[in-house]
């Protein structure tokens, strides 16, 4: 069940959160429409090497991982890592639906600086079939990751 390890995570830390169940997805955009919640307050989880290391990327679901940007903000060669490379990593979740919490999986997390823009953050909770909604300040103290500016392609943005 792969709900299990974060939610005992999140009741441990006494942090309140909605579990989103809906019909199989696979794709973040997919989810989004499902969900009706939009690709901008979406989040999903991208696996990524930096110097070879594995690491997470948390971006909006309308949005890419722009390798050059995020090589530049980490300073390390910045790649898309295949599901060869990270399947291992995360034993209790399906393939393609891991959660952003990359303090679960011994991994760090680059968390693009558009999430920070709204109150809460919804994201896959280690399966097809489920999200979690929790407020983004308690996923920040949570995970703590490195907000940085790596994503492009945003749908729907408008300068402000």
Same mark, same amino acid.
């Given at each position: 069940m792969p709900l299990t390890r974060l939610r005992e995570f999140l009741d441990h830390h006494k942090v309140k959160y909605v579990v989103i169940s809906h019909s199989v997805a696979y794709t973040a955009q997919g989810i989004a429409a499902l969900t009706h919640i939009s690709g901008k307050e979406l989040a999903k989880t /991208?696996? +990524?090497?930096?110097?070879? #290391?594995?690491?997470?990327? +948390?971006?909006?679901?309308? #949005?890419? +991982?722009?390798? #050059?940007?995020?090589?530049? +903000?980490?300073?390390?060669?910045?790649?898309?890592? #295949?599901?060869?490379?990270?399947? &291992?990593?995360?034993? &209790?979740?399906?393939?393609?639906?891991?959660?952003?919490?990359?303090?679960?999986?011994?991994?760090? /997390?680059?968390? &693009?600086?558009?999430?920070?823009?709204?109150?809460?953050?919804?994201?896959?909770?280690?399966? *097809?079939?489920?999200?979690?909604?929790?407020?983004?300040? *308690?996923?920040?103290k949570l995970v703590k990751p490195r907000i940085e500016r790596f994503a492009t392609g945003r749908i729907g943005s408008v300068a402000a």
């Open positions: /991208v696996i +990524v090497k930096l110097d070879g #290391s594995l690491a997470i990327a +948390v971006l909006p679901a309308s #949005s890419q +991982v722009d390798l #050059s940007r995020l090589n530049t +903000v980490t300073g390390a060669n910045a790649g898309l890592a #295949s599901e060869q490379e990270f399947k &291992d990593k995360f034993p &209790d979740c399906q393939t393609g639906a891991m959660p952003p919490f990359g303090n679960l999986y011994d991994m760090p /997390v680059f968390a &693009d600086e558009s999430l920070t823009r709204d109150k809460e953050i919804a994201f896959n909770a280690g399966s *097809h079939l489920e999200l979690i909604r929790m407020t983004w300040d *308690h996923f920040q």
